[in-house]
């Protein structure tokens, strides 16, 4: 454990410096306008993000597609872990829900988002696409996770007369823990792009509506502005889950 | 218990009677080129209830096959496994079996007490306080209740799983090599406690091991067996009185029964 510490700090610091060319790279590129008008400057994006009298406007966009996000994500995660764990108790149901869920991995979000639209309406196509791609990350993930009860533990529950659904909670379930969150990781930016893509088929608000609008009227700061709130949410989401996914390996490895 | 009033009923003799019954077994394994593997050919022995006998032999000998099919983790091909005249499955359903592995097998996101507590969980036993205490201090883990097993050594981690295996104060106890992964001293160290804790609770228990020594010192009777495919070579009723110290393992005739078991052990291994 001690010895990790010292190559992880190294790595934060390598990671930081190379994020901080890249920003420095982007200002430069911007203020020189080598890349034409479309290329603002880093300076320019912040200080239009910042504007007081945008911040309702970005407020708005935010609250809604973290709305969006919240909604479609959860019920994602709750369906895609409860899928796998009727498949993993239910061992018949397993090959029907990996194809039913493969096959649904398979469509493509942005042909589904019309269909979407038209059933459940502009407002819950967002979250709906959301979900879809939530599930079947953590669809995924759970399933293999609860390949990670080493034999020895399930030769232990054997011994000790554990019933199926015994096994599943006092075994399987916190052996998969670590695996669970890691995968509740990935989902999340993946569940932003379904939010994203929802929202420009015409959700009345949102920072996809935002994106799509800004760039029809080529409006450049506010589209750049838009895709750095998207890419802040989706970072925060990712490294809090991070955090998560450290104390789950702490607390069941 | 339940298991020993079926017998009663079924008119088994108590008592003396052999508790574990291996018959004629037989086991063969495919392997992964189609090829069969003769892996045990026609073991037989019994356990008498509340005898401790030890199984030794080389390595790849089929002796954790044994073990296995008495816990119910394996079948045998041909030939009749029994305990109380029962499947073995039986008695794992009725959470009367106890199992310490050559692997600890604790689950690492519980502590030490929770750990222990585990046979109660599962069985859906209500958890005896009294008995996890006294089962951590007779491991001597008193202090250590809150720890998880990460934070222990292997011999702690060892001891903790045979408390486990002992908590419901099981009817059949095996151990199936449980302190093959340790160095010599904490391995001595751990026979001489096992043997404490099996005097005070007198169980059913077989142990796999492929030390002479270990065997010797803590069985009534110790079988040799051959190599693959296995069977039982040689059967050797151990004289030591109990409890046996130190002193019984200096003496001139642990050092005969010593050498003769490794002569047995030799003469049969594969080449």
């Known amino acids: 454990m001690a010895a990790s510490a010292q190559p992880r700090e190294g790595s934060v610091l390598l990671g930081a410096l190379g994020i901080g060319m890249f920003l420095l790279a982007w200002e430069i590129i911007g203020q020189n306008r080598w890349l034409g008008l479309t290329w603002p400057a880093l300076s320019e994006v912040v200080a239009f993000l910042l504007t007081p009298s945008r911040q309702a406007l970005f407020l708005r966009a935010l609250t809604a597609s973290l709305g969006s996000l919240a909604v479609g994500y959860c019920l994602g995660l709750v369906t895609g872990i409860a899928a796998a764990m009727l498949a993993h108790t239910v061992s018949p149901m397993r090959a029907s829900l990996d194809t039913m869920s493969a096959f649904i991995h398979a469509i493509p979000s942005i042909a589904l988002a019309p269909l979407f639209i038209v059933f459940l309406g502009r407002e819950s196509t967002p979250a709906a696409l959301a979900a879809l791609s939530t599930f079947f990350v953590m669809y995924v993930t759970t399933t293999s996770s609860f390949a990670s009860s080493r034999p020895e533990w399930i030769d232990l529950m054997r011994v000790l007369g554990a019933s199926r659904l015994t096994r599943l909670r006092m075994l399987d379930i916190p052996a998969a823990i670590p695996i669970i969150v890691g995968g509740m990781r990935l989902a999340a930016p993946s569940a932003l792009i379904g939010v994203i893509i929802g929202e420009w088929f015409g959700a009345s608000r949102g920072v996809g509506v935002l994106i799509i609008n800004a760039m029809q009227n080529f409006q450049i700061p506010l589209l750049w502005s838009a895709v750095v709130l998207a890419v802040i949410v989706s970072l925060s989401l990712f490294a809090l889950l991070g955090l998560l996914q450290e104390y789950a390996e702490r607390r069941f490895r | ?271």
Request: with cysteine; glycine share 8%.
């Open chain 2, 1 to 271: 218990m339940s298991a020993t009033g079926t017998a009663k009923e079924s008119g088994l003799p108590v008592g003396p009677a052999p508790s574990v019954q291996v018959r004629d077994v037989v086991k063969k394994f495919s392997l992964d080129d189609g090829q069969p593997l003769l892996a045990l050919d026609g073991i037989s022995l019994e356990i008498a209830a509340e005898s401790f006998v030890a199984l030794i032999g080389p390595s790849g000998c089929g002796k954790s096959t044994v073990l296995r099919m008495i816990a119910s983790l394996d079948t045998p091909t041909s030939g009749s496994v029994t305990v109380n005249g029962n499947p073995p499955a039986a008695l794992a359903a009725n959470h009367r079996l106890g199992v310490a592995f050559q692997d600890h097998a604790l689950l690492p996101w519980l502590d030490v007490r929770r750990n222990i507590e585990l046979p109660y969980r599962v069985s859906g036993v209500p958890v005896d306080d009294e008995r996890v205490a006294q089962l951590i201090a007779l491991v001597g883990l008193t202090g250590l209740e809150r720890a998880r097993p990460k934070q222990l050594s292997g011999g702690m981690r060892q001891r903790v799983a045979i408390a486990r295996s002992l908590v419901l104060r099981p009817e059949v106890l095996l151990l199936d090599e449980p302190f093959g992964a340790l160095d010599a001293v904490t391995r001595r160290h751990m026979n001489h406690e096992l043997q404490r804790i099996w005097t005070e609770e007198k169980l059913t228990t077989l142990l796999v091991t492929h030390s002479v020594d270990e065997a010797l010192f803590l069985a009534d009777r110790v079988l040799v067996m051959s190599g693959r495919p296995g069977h039982v070579i040689q059967s050797l009723d151990v004289p030591f009185a109990r409890p046996r110290t130190v002193e019984t393992t200096r003496s001139e005739l642990f050092h005969q029964l010593q050498d003769e078991l490794t002569a047995a052990l030799d003469s049969r291994a594969e080449h």
